[in-house]
């Protein structure tokens, strides 16, 4: 299995619709995960952090499910803003201090 | 809100010249981080850094890197010998604290080997 996986779209969708990403990882000994958003040609940007079971935000909601290594990301009453590559990132292996790795990107385009 | 800024946003260079990247983290972060995005492929971890000195470093971060945190608040990255390749937007990131914690990231050096 890859570090992490994740469906690299596009996701093609109307505004105000409902729309999930699915992100695998090979690491069973994560503790964090992340998801992050990238505006093109942009820096990643923290859209939100998951630590347990899962973690609600407004229109946004990441579920972990630890024993089939597994994280997602489902987008409530999707806005034209919402259009972005979302980055799923879990701690890397090897050290203790932080190294990040990414996944390749889910793709959103949100039409009006 | 506290950002990480970085500099020159452009950078052109003739291949073979060094560059320096400039970075500073938020304030109060204990943790740096520099990252790499070649056009079209993922983020990668190029190295990471804490105390003064470097703590954890990629397969990518040879000989032709270096980092230096010349004085409390800027964070460099050096590139010796540029290549083609080197070609990227490079990503500097701080943390409050290292593992499990998520990491700000700048807003980027793209970087353009000719």
């Known amino acids: 299995r890859k570090e992490v996986e994740q469906d690299p779209g596009p996701f093609n969708v109307p505004e105000g619709a409902t729309v999930a990403f699915n992100c695998t990882y090979s690491?069973?000994?994560?503790?964090?995960f992340f998801w992050y958003r990238q505006d093109c040609r942009k820096e990643p940007k923290l859209l939100m952090s998951?630590?347990?079971s899962g973690n609600e935000d407004g229109r946004f909601t990441a579920q972990l499910n630890r024993a089939s290594q597994y994280i997602s990301l489902l987008i409530r009453d999707s806005k034209l803003s919402d259009s972005a590559t979302y980055l799923c990132?879990?701690?890397?292996?090897?050290?203790?201090?932080?190294?990040?790795?990414f996944g390749k990107g889910t793709k959103l385009s949100v039409k009006p | 809100e506290p950002e990480v800024t970085q500099t020159p946003s452009h950078q052109v260079t003739q291949m073979g010249q060094e560059v320096i990247l400039r970075c500073v983290p938020i304030?109060?972060?204990?943790?740096f981080y520099w990252y790499r995005q070649i056009l079209g492929q993922k983020v990668e971890f190029l190295v990471s850094?804490?105390?003064?000195?470097?703590?954890?470093k990629s397969e990518i971060f040879d000989d032709q890197f270096s980092v230096e945190r010349p004085d409390g608040s800027n964070f460099t990255l050096k590139i010796r010998s540029t290549k083609l390749e080197d070609s990227a937007m490079y990503f500097c990131?701080?943390?409050?604290?290292?593992?499990?914690?998520?990491?700000?990231f700048g807003d980027g050096t793209r970087l353009s080997i000719l």
């Open positions: 990131a701080s943390s409050e604290t290292g593992y499990n914690q998520p990491q700000h």
């Open positions: 690491n069973s000994a994560s503790q964090s």
């Open positions: 998951v630590y347990s």
């Open positions: 990132v879990v701690p890397g292996r090897g050290g203790s201090q932080g190294n990040l790795i």
């Open positions: 304030s109060n972060h204990l943790y």
């Open positions: 850094f804490y105390n003064n000195e470097i703590s954890e």
